[in-house]
């Protein structure tokens, strides 16, 4: 499956921003899938992970209460709904998709991944 991230920008804190992940070449029913963010030097970081169904989800701690994970399987798309946006939220974030059922926060796990849009957050 192929991965195409977009939504990244320039937004100041305490903004909103929702990223969207498109998938092609399969269909993503039976894929978790996840977003991860980076920042230059650092270890990329999980932000938030969701089931085949979308039922199943999980947070990072830093994000928790703030952004929201989800997806629209008749779409092929995924989602990140980013609210009350921090400074320390600015990165390139990056979607990921695995064929299996447990949902995974590192990044090792993840097969398929896109390409990353940048948040850039000002204070």
């Known amino acids: 499956v192929q991965l195409q991230a977009s939504g990244g920008g320039l937004v100041q804190a305490g903004d909103s921003l929702r990223l969207s992940c498109v998938a092609t070449?399969?269909?993503?029913?039976?894929?978790?899938m996840a977003w991860f963010r980076q920042v230059p030097g650092k270890e990329r970081e999980f932000v938030a992970g969701i089931g085949w169904r979308g039922i199943r989800r999980s947070y990072g701690d830093s994000v928790r209460g703030r952004f929201t994970i989800s997806r629209e399987n008749n779409r092929n798309t995924l989602y990140l709904q980013m609210s009350s946006l921090k400074p320390e939220d600015t990165a390139i974030y990056y979607c990921?998709?695995?064929?299996?059922?447990?949902?995974?926060?590192?990044?090792?796990?993840?097969?398929?991944w896109g390409q990353g849009t940048l948040v850039t957050v000002s204070s």
């Open positions: 070449g399969r269909f993503i029913n039976s894929y978790i």
């Open positions: 990921a998709a695995d064929q299996s059922y447990t949902l995974y926060d590192t990044s090792d796990k993840y097969a398929s």
